[in-house]
Each structure stands twice: as C-alpha cells, then as structure tokens.
C-alpha cells in the first residue's frame, strides 16, 4: 500500500510538474503575442482601429483584421498610423523606404533605420502606396518603318526612307531616341538626302513635372549642312500619359550649332519650346504630331520650326501602315535654300516591345 501512494505521490508530482511547463508556455506565449502588437491607425475622429496594414493604393488603405473583411480606410481620414513590421513606403518623388512606421502628432511619419539607412522623418502627404505591387522591369518599346517609291515615264523619280523610334520608361525616368534618313532620286540626279536623330532624356522631380537634356542632330545636303546639332536642358509638364492619349509640353535653352558645306560655321544660343500630341482613336487607328520651335536669342525675330505628324493604322498586332508628314521652315536661311521644306513618308512600320 506504501509502494501505490509513493507512486500516486510520484505521479502526482510530474503531472504538477507538467501543467507547470503547459501554464510557464502558454504565459511565454500571451507575453509575444502581447509583446507583438498590431499595427495602428487613428481616425480624425478619433476612433481607433488594429489590425494588420496590408497596402495602400488609390489614397485608401487596407486593414486586415482577425474580426471582420479587410477595411478600406481613406488617406485623408487618418491622423496617425504605426506599423510593427517594416513596410515598403513609395514616396512622391518614386523613392522607396523600407521600415517599420511610428506616426506622430504633426503629420509625419517616422521610419524606422534600416542597415543601409538612419531613421527618417516623412511627411505623411508624401507617402503615395505602401506595399506597393512589384514594378515590372523596364522595357523598350517602339517601331522600325521603311518606304520606298518608284515612279517613271515622263519623270523617272526614286525614293526610299527609313526611320526608327525607341523608348524606355521607368517611375522616375524617362530615355528616347529617333532616327530617320530619307533619299531621293529625279531623272537620275540625287534630289533628297537628308539623315535626322534626337535623343532626350527626361527625370520626373513629380508625376507631371521632369527635367530634361536633349540632342538634335541633322545632316541635309540640299540644306548646305554637314552637320546642325542642337542641345540643351529644360523642364517640362506632362499633361496626358495614358493608354488613350499623350500630351506633354515643354520649355528650355539650347546651343544651336550649324557646319555648313559652304560659308562660314554659325552658333548661338536658342530657345526651345516642344509639344508632344499622341491620341488613339480606336485599337487600329493612331495620331501623333511632335512640334519644336527654336526661337534665336541673340536675333530677334528669327527662328527654326520642325513639325513631324504621322497617322498609323494597324494591320496586326505588329505591323502597321504609316503615313507621316514633316514640315520644317527656317525664317532666315542661308543663299539658295528654301525657307520652307516638306516631306511626304509613306511606310511600313514594325512595333516592338508593346
């Protein structure tokens, strides 16, 4: 009988000791989950709300709770947020900061430091998406277009033109180029021979507002140029960027340079007012116009204006007709030059990277 109470005593003793362990856990479990708190977001109204920040889009913010669907918060409802974990914050200027958020009572949000970064004080009106969706890498998209004519009989004419375009666009950024040679032939005499290309390179300070730096070169043997470049810095405003409709204008200075074939090399300083108009009228059809004027500085009056307007119409997902004309007038050229040119371009256009 002592044997079976020492061993009840015994068994009583390891269960004691086991609903110790169990109890020592569970309070060991209550303190994280305590010590782990959920992230916080105060009303302007003062409510107060937990749960767990998932994103911000659109200036409206997710909350998941474990109590009821994810809630939609407006931007300009909240007063102070606080997150326990890091987030990734995108600010207004396409930046990214990644950090836990304590929010304070003067609108701003602190940021927790980071190993590559102390902590930082961030307005909260510059905060545009936090846990934003992975900005797919940048691509180049644009087109390859050539045209040619043949005409003979009373007047034997030739002539061929091929042109290139290409774009890379990030959040913050912005790179293009263009190229474009055109040949002509008339009665077995060159008539046309010309070679144009610009590149720019534009960086967006906000959504609308980017500087810029640009190059303008332009070869023409009927304009007596072996070379004109043309390149300077500026700002501009992008009015329009969407699948419909492009629209962008912009304003700058520029060092305007002519070698000639004959006569003496001129430079001077230019301005440079730009505009960029692109409308899609439907899935097939498609306008642009790319105008620059280039007003001179140092002679009043006189300037350079190139135009170029093209209508496309797709045949397939990649081919296209393209139908283009550029107008070019120059108030003041050189002997024997024309003031006004224009070019008719009837091609064949290859679109890339869409």
Request: glycine share 8%; aromatic share 12%.
């Amino acid at each position: 009988m002592k044997e079976n109470h020492k061993g009840e005593a015994i068994m009583t003793k390891k269960n004691k000791q086991t609903l110790s362990f169990i109890t020592l856990l569970f309070a060991l479990f209550c303190v994280f989950r305590s010590g782990t708190s959920a992230d916080e977001i105060i009303l302007q109204n003062g409510d107060r709300l937990t749960g767990k920040v998932a994103k911000m889009e659109n200036n409206t913010i997710i909350l998941e709770t474990e109590y009821s669907a994810p809630i939609e918060i407006k931007k300009n409802k909240i007063l102070k947020i606080s997150t326990s974990d890091p987030v990734d914050l995108r600010l207004s200027g396409g930046e990214v900061l990644k950090g836990a958020v304590k929010g304070t009572d003067n609108g701003r949000l602190v940021v927790e430091s980071s190993d590559d970064r102390e902590k930082t004080y961030i307005a909260w009106d510059r905060i545009t998406a936090i846990n934003p969706a992975p900005v797919p890498p940048s691509k180049w998209k644009g087109n390859i277009n050539a045209g040619a004519g043949i005409q003979s009989g009373n007047t034997d004419r030739t002539n061929a033109s091929v042109g290139a375009e290409a774009v890379r666009k990030t959040a913050t950024d912005r790179f293009g180029m263009r190229f474009l040679y055109n040949y002509a032939e008339e009665d077995d005499e060159v008539s046309a021979r010309n070679t144009y290309g610009t590149a720019k390179y534009d960086y967006f300070f906000t959504k609308k507002y980017f500087g810029y730096l640009s190059i303008e070169m332009l070869h023409d043997k009927f304009k007596n140029l072996n070379l004109r470049t043309v390149v300077g810095p500026g700002v501009g405003y992008q009015i329009w960027d969407d699948p419909v409709k492009f629209l962008l204008v912009e304003a700058g200075l520029s060092y305007f340079s002519e070698d000639r074939k004959e006569g003496d090399d001129e430079d001077w300083l230019t301005g440079r007012l730009a505009g960029s108009l692109q409308y899609h009228f439907n899935k097939t059809v498609h306008a642009r116009d790319d105008l620059i004027i280039y007003p001179n500085l140092e002679q009043g009056g006189e300037f350079q204006l190139r135009n170029e307007a093209a209508l496309t119409a797709k045949m397939n997902s990649y081919w296209s007709l393209r139908f283009a004309n550029i107008y070019e007038h120059d108030s003041d050229p050189g002997e024997d030059v024309a003031k006004d040119d224009w070019q008719w371009i009837v091609a064949l256009q290859y679109e890339f990277g869409e």
